[in-house]
C-alpha cells in the first residue's frame, strides 16, 4: 500500500508544473504589408506581465504547422486588428476543441477582434457580427454591468489568499476598458450562441448595446471586446505629442489590466509543461524583431513572410 501511494505522488509530481512554471501562449500575427507579419509588442508584454512567456503562430500558417505549435504551447491568444477570420484560427480552434475534449485544459482568448473571430467560431457563424454598427472607436468606458459569478471576474489559484479585489467593483465604478471597435456582437445575437455566456455589456456613443466580454459555458474560452494590454503597455503618441489613444494608465486601470492577463496565465497554467525547446517554435522574447514605431505601437515585433 504504501509503494502504491509512493508511485501515485511521484506521478502526481511529474504532471504538475513547478510553483515557478511559466506556461508558453501563442498569438497569431497579423499581415503587415506584402512581406511581413507583426505582432504589438504591447500584447506580449501584457502576457509577460501576467507570467507567461510567448510564441508566434503565422497568419499563413498550414495545417501541421498549426498544430506542432499549439503541441508545444498551453494557451492561443487571438489579438486585435482588422483581417477577417484566417483558416490558420479555424485549423486551431477546431484542434484545440478536439484537444479539450480530450481532457487537454487549453485555453483561448481573444481581444478586440479576436473576439470578434472566437464569437463566430463558437457560433459556426460569420454572420453573427455586426459590421460597422457601432461608434466605439477610442471610447473609455467602464463595464455597465459584469456577471459576479463568472470565472473571468473571480479570483482564483494561487494569488487569490493575497490579492484582496472586488474585480466586477473594479471594472464597474471606474473606465477601464479601451473600446477600439466598429464592428460587434449584440446581446440579441449573443443569447442565441450555445453556450456562450455574456459577462458584460457597454454601450456605444449612440447608446447601441455590445456584449464586451464573454466565457465559454463548458470550455477554457473567453474573450474581451476592450483592449486591456493597452492600459499597461501602450503610451505611443500621435503627431502632436499628445497620447495616440486613451487608454486609462491609473492604478484602476493598470491593476484590471493585470488581473486579466494574471486569470488567462494560470488558466494556461493548467495544462502542464508542454514546450519543447528543440521543437522548432521559437519564443518571440528572444527573436530579436522588434522595431520602433513613433505611432499607437511603441514597439512591434516584424516578421519576414
Same mark, same amino acid.
Given at each position: 500500500m504504501l509503494r502504491r501511494i509512493l508511485l501515485l505522488t511521484v506521478m502526481a509530481n511529474l504532471a504538475a508544473p513547478t510553483p515557478d512554471f511559466a506556461p508558453v501562449i501563442a498569438l497569431i500575427s497579423h499581415p503587415f504589408n506584402s512581406t511581413h507579419e507583426f505582432i504589438p509588442n504591447s500584447y506580449i508584454k501584457y502576457l509577460e506581465g501576467g507570467g507567461a512567456r510567448t510564441v508566434r503562430l503565422p497568419f499563413t500558417a498550414s495545417d501541421d504547422e498549426v498544430k506542432r505549435v499549439i503541441d508545444n504551447t498551453n494557451g492561443i491568444f487571438f489579438i486585435g486588428g482588422e483581417p477577417s477570420l484566417p483558416e490558420s484560427a479555424i485549423i486551431a480552434y477546431n484542434y484545440i476543441t478536439d484537444l479539450q475534449d480530450s481532457g487537454v485544459h487549453y485555453p483561448m482568448w481573444g481581444t478586440c477582434l479576436g473576439f470578434q473571430w472566437l464569437t463566430q467560431l463558437i457560433a459556426n457563424d460569420t454572420s453573427?457580427?455586426?459590421?460597422?454598427?457601432?461608434?466605439?472607436?477610442?471610447? &473609455?468606458?467602464?463595464?455597465?454591468s459584469v456577471k459576479k459569478d463568472s470565472r473571468m471576474f473571480t479570483l482564483n489559484?494561487?494569488?487569490?489568499?493575497?490579492?484582496?479585489?472586488? &474585480?466586477?467593483?473594479?471594472?464597474?465604478?471606474?473606465?477601464?476598458?479601451?473600446?477600439?471597435?466598429?464592428?460587434?456582437?449584440?446581446?440579441?445575437?449573443?443569447?442565441?450562441?450555445?453556450? $456562450?455566456? *455574456?459577462?458584460?455589456?457597454?454601450?456605444?456613443?449612440?447608446?447601441?448595446?455590445?456584449?464586451?466580454?464573454?466565457?465559454?459555458?463548458t470550455r477554457p474560452i473567453y474573450g474581451?471586446?476592450?483592449?486591456?494590454?493597452?492600459?499597461?503597455?501602450? $503610451?505611443?503618441?500621435?503627431?502632436?505629442?499628445?497620447?495616440?489613444?486613451?487608454?486609462?494608465?491609473?492604478?484602476?486601470?493598470?491593476?484590471?489590466?493585470?488581473? &486579466?492577463?494574471?486569470? $488567462? *496565465?494560470?488558466?494556461?497554467?493548467?495544462?502542464?509543461?508542454? $514546450?519543447?525547446?528543440?521543437?522548432?517554435?521559437?519564443?518571440?522574447?528572444?527573436s530579436n524583431n522588434g522595431i520602433e514605431k513613433g505611432t499607437n505601437h511603441e514597439e512591434t515585433y516584424l516578421w519576414k513572410v
Open positions: 453573427v457580427l455586426s459590421l460597422d454598427a457601432f461608434d466605439s472607436e477610442d471610447l &473609455l468606458l467602464p463595464l455597465e489559484g494561487p494569488d487569490s489568499d493575497y490579492l484582496s479585489i472586488d &474585480l466586477p467593483k473594479l471594472f464597474q465604478e471606474h473606465a477601464v476598458t479601451l473600446n477600439m471597435h466598429t464592428d460587434g456582437i449584440t446581446p440579441t445575437v449573443a443569447g442565441n450562441i450555445k453556450d $456562450y455566456n *455574456v459577462l458584460s455589456l457597454n454601450s456605444d456613443r449612440n447608446g447601441i448595446q455590445f456584449v464586451s466580454s464573454f466565457e465559454h459555458g474581451s471586446q476592450f483592449h486591456p494590454e493597452k492600459n499597461g503597455f501602450e $503610451y505611443g503618441t500621435d503627431e502632436i505629442n499628445e497620447p495616440a489613444e486613451p487608454a486609462d494608465h491609473s492604478i484602476h486601470g493598470v491593476r484590471a489590466a493585470f488581473e &486579466l492577463a494574471r486569470f $488567462y *496565465v494560470q488558466e494556461a497554467v493548467k495544462s502542464g509543461d508542454r $514546450y519543447v525547446p528543440d521543437s522548432g517554435v521559437d519564443m518571440i522574447f528572444y
